[in-house]
Nanobody
Framework: QVQLQESGPGLVKPSQTLSLTCTVS??????????WSWIRQPPGKGLEWMGV???????YSSPSLKSRTSISRDTSKNQFSLQLSSVTPEDTAVYYC??????????????WGQGTLVTVSS
């Protein structure tokens, strides 16, 4: 059974970098045809897809966040991470990591972590 768990600081100061790690158990982040994604949900708003790293290490980010977003992985620890720079209070949200099933053009976020609230405040 694949499980994902987000971890990182719950409070970040404005202008600093938000850093989160997703630890994956029960499956490898290098397994073919899966990708690993970050999604967030600000209070009272809908889900926003942020970006993804594929099983072979390629990264893609939302156009609105691309300039501030970096996604990486550590295959030895079976983890992938998110860095969001120059944060403002508008970046306050529950942040989720998720496994994505990839079949040609099909994308399905099939397994999610429980989410972690990150507050941006001084």
């Amino acid at each position: 059974q694949v499980q994902l768990q987000e971890s990182g600081p719950g409070l970040v100061k404005p202008s600093q970098t938000l850093s989160l790690t997703c630890t994956v158990s029960g499956g490898s982040i290098t397994t073919s045809y899966y990708a690993w994604s970050w999604i967030r949900q600000p209070p009272g708003k809908g889900l926003e897809w942020m970006g993804v790293i594929t099983y072979n290490g390629s990264t893609y980010s939302s156009p609105s966040l691309k300039s501030r977003t970096s996604i990486s992985r550590d295959t030895s620890k079976n983890q992938f991470s998110l860095q969001l720079s120059s944060v403002t209070p508008e970046d306050t949200a529950v942040y989720y990591c998720a496994r994505v099933l990839v079949i040609i053009t099909y994308r399905y976020l099939e397994v999610w972590g429980q989410g972690t609230l990150v507050t941006v405040s001084s």
